[in-house]
């Protein structure tokens, strides 16, 4: 099993700027994708941006150029840098881990965290 704890989350206003982090524990070894999702009321949640275990980075249209996840392989965490924030990007952000066993796929989810952005 893998535990992901979240932190960062707050309220900013347009424009401004804000960083998530989320730190694995557990067994971790097998972890490959790391990434974060979000989920606005009344929305499905959405992928936002992921990293794997090789580096390579995916982002969701909405956010490139605003956003950037990186990963500290040695400390299990993952980050998410915000820039230019807009109202739209006020969600729950739930970090996620995927890891590989037995060839299966399981995921994991943090508990969340709340970016509001407004005024």
């Known amino acids: 099993q893998v535990q992901l704890v979240e932190s960062g989350g707050g309220l900013v206003q347009p424009g401004g700027s804000l960083s998530l982090s989320c730190a694995a524990s557990g067994n971790t070894r097998n972890i490959n994708v790391m990434g974060w999702y979000r989920q606005a009321p009344g929305k499905q949640r959405e992928l936002v941006a992921g990293?794997?275990?090789?580096?390579?980075?995916d982002y969701a249209d909405s956010v490139k150029d605003r956003f950037t996840i990186s990963r500290n392989y040695a400390k299990n965490t993952v980050y998410l840098r915000m820039n230019n924030l807009n109202p739209e990007d006020t969600a729950v952000y739930y970090c996620n881990a995927d890891d590989i066993v037995g060839g299966l796929v399981r995921r994991y989810w943090g508990q969340g965290t709340q970016v509001t952005v407004s005024s």
């Open positions: 990293i794997s275990s090789a580096g390579s980075t």
